[in-house]
């Protein structure tokens, strides 16, 4: 089992940047597809972003499209999301997700590991 741990959140303004960073360790990391995840108070989790696990394709939530960047460093066993202009009601928790399988990266439930979390919030 892959354990998670997730860092970079903090308190920024609208139209700030951020890198969220997941560090893995445990089972190969490169034998994981990774994906982002976030929760506002209040809301389900919601997709963010995934990537599978030979880098070949990305995925994004329309609503993070063209600002956000997921990307995976195999060798620092270190998965990062990359914010730009950020908005307001990017704010939640986020957390990164290991799936091993082939499930659908789209849903939380496809994922084998979870991370702790790791607070954004986005002041306007």
């Known amino acids: 089992q892959v354990q998670l741990v997730e860092s970079g959140g903090g308190l920024v303004q609208a139209g700030d940047s951020l890198r969220l960073s997941c560090a893995a360790s445990?089972?190969?990391?490169?034998?994981?597809?990774m994906g982002w995840f976030r929760q506002a108070p209040g809301k389900e989790r919601e997709f963010v972003a995934a990537?599978?696990?030979?880098?070949?394709?990305?995925y994004y939530a329309d609503s993070v499209k063209g600002r956000f960047t997921i990307s995976r460093d195999n060798a620092k066993n270190t998965v990062y999301l990359q914010m730009n202009s950020l908005k307001p009601e990017d704010t939640a928790v986020y957390y990164c997700?290991?799936?091993?399988?082939?499930?659908?990266?789209?849903?939380?439930?496809?994922?084998?590991?979870w991370g702790q979390g790791t607070q954004v919030t986005v002041s306007s």
């Open positions: 990537f599978t696990r030979n880098g070949g394709w990305t």
């Open positions: 997700a290991a799936e091993y399988g082939t499930g659908n990266l789209y849903r939380a439930g496809s994922y084998d590991a």
């Open positions: 445990g089972r190969t990391f490169s034998s994981y597809s």
